[in-house]
């Protein structure tokens, strides 16, 4: 078999200038969620509800009880997708048997009729996995950009799904899809008592010390607070400083837990001191823990001051992939330079990562 070729990365921005002017990129939302959380509920919700916005929705059919299920599949290069349904309040809603790449590559055939993408995983799906392939593509990455990433969490099972062991120690879907969420839904509340949710509540918090936390029944949510996340673009950057700096570093609440840890380390770096820091943690997984562990890291956020540049810069990470990007905002004169990482894993120790952190970005490299 012939190598893939290797995919030409693409900035991750919500907006691009060309020649003819800026092109206004779609946003895409993904929604994730175990088996039967209330992916589809929630997305019937938007469907339905009159909120004069254009959305399109792409629905999983893996699950039971698709409420739109349609015969009408077309094999489109190994992908099966339905027909693009219009619906009476503006929405469009097409639903897939697969990871819905090619359903918005059709989709965009239909510009202008639209403003916004939502795209359900199936329950098993690795969110990381599908946001990697708009940020890897750089045809889909023209066209449209990951605003964020909404799991959906059972209220009455998501503890038992959480702590769900897998063979060879590898992490469960559940934990991975809310390690990477920017905005998490624990839903059908009503199936618990205030006791149960609070250990829902705390078990989510422990893993993903970053992420907003909603809690409801039937799916029910302010769509503002859905959409429009900007999780992955520097539009984010002075609420991203803002949000950073009320994280803190959590305590693992389950046996061999994802963690979320936070530092800051005041000064300039060097630009390439800071790709070989993330690179040895996210490539090479040559940074350990005290029992030798690997750390894990599953999700990477962060504003750093790099050297000779005047503004502030993003660093998105998601699983392997890494980006860094200068955001529209300044250093101030007598403001203090700093560097402020946000890290959700496994094995993660802090003062680890803190020392290797400080001693990659401290070493002299390079002529610069
Ligand atoms: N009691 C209760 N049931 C709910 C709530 N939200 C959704 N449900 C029900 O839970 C079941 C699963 O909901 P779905 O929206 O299909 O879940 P899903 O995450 O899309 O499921 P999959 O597609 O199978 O992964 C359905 O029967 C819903 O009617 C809720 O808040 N409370």
Redesign the pocket.
């Known amino acids: 078999m012939e190598d893939e070729p290797c995919p030409e990365l693409v900035p991750i921005g919500g907006a691009e200038q060309s020649d003819a002017g800026p092109v206004r990129k779609i946003p895409v939302t993904i929604i994730t969620?175990?088996?039967?959380?209330?992916?589809?509920?929630?997305l019937n919700y938007i469907l339905t509800e009159q909120h004069n916005k254009r959305i399109a929705v792409i629905l999983?059919e893996?699950?039971?009880?698709?409420a739109l299920e349609k015969s009408l599949a077309i094999s489109q290069g190994g992908e099966l997708y339905e027909e693009w349904l219009e619906l009476r309040n503006g929405c469009l809603c097409c639903s897939v048997k697969d990871n819905g790449v090619k359903a918005i590559e059709n989709l965009m055939q239909r510009r202008g009729k639209f403003d916004y993408i939502l795209l359900?995983t199936?329950?098993l799906a690795d969110p990381g996995a599908v946001a990697s392939m708009f940020w890897v593509d750089s045809e889909l990455g023209s066209d449209i950009y990951l605003d964020g990433i909404v799991s959906?969490v059972d209220a009455k099972h998501g503890l038992q799904h959480l702590t769900e062991e897998k063979p060879e120690g590898l992490i469960n879907e559940a934990s991975r899809q809310v390690a990477l969420a920017d905005l998490i839904i624990i839903?059908?509340?009503?199936?618990v008592s205030e006791e149960e949710l609070n250990k829902v509540r705390t078990s989510v918090r422990s893993i993903n010390g970053f992420v907003k936390i909603l809690e409801?029944?039937?799916?029910r949510v302010d769509l503002s607070n859905v959409l429009d996340l900007h999780a992955f673009d520097s539009l984010s950057g002075v609420s991203l400083q803002k949000k950073l700096e009320h994280v803190k570093t959590t305590q693992a609440h389950l046996d061999k837990a994802i963690i979320t840890v936070t530092f800051d380390i005041p000064g300039n770096i060097k630009e390439e001191n800071l790709n070989l820091f993330i690179q040895n943690l996210l490539w090479e997984k040559n940074v350990k823990d005290k029992t030798g562990c690997t750390m894990d890291v599953i999700r990477l956020k962060g504003l750093v001051s790099i050297q000779g540049k005047s503004h502030q810069v993003i660093v998105q990470g998601v699983h392997e992939l890494y980006d860094l990007e200068e955001t529209s905002v300044a250093w101030k004169e007598d403001e203090k330079r700093t560097n402020r990482l946000v890290l959700i894993g496994r094995n993660l120790d802090k003062e680890i990562i803190k020392e290797v952190f400080i001693a990659t970005v401290r070493e002299e490299r390079g002529n610069s």
Not at 187 to 191: A, F, G, H, M, P
Not at 216 to 219: A, I, L, P, V
């Open positions: 969620g175990y088996l039967g959380a209330g992916k589809t509920t929630l999983n893996f699950g039971e009880g698709s359900e199936t329950g959906v839903n059908k509340t009503d199936l409801t029944q039937r799916s």
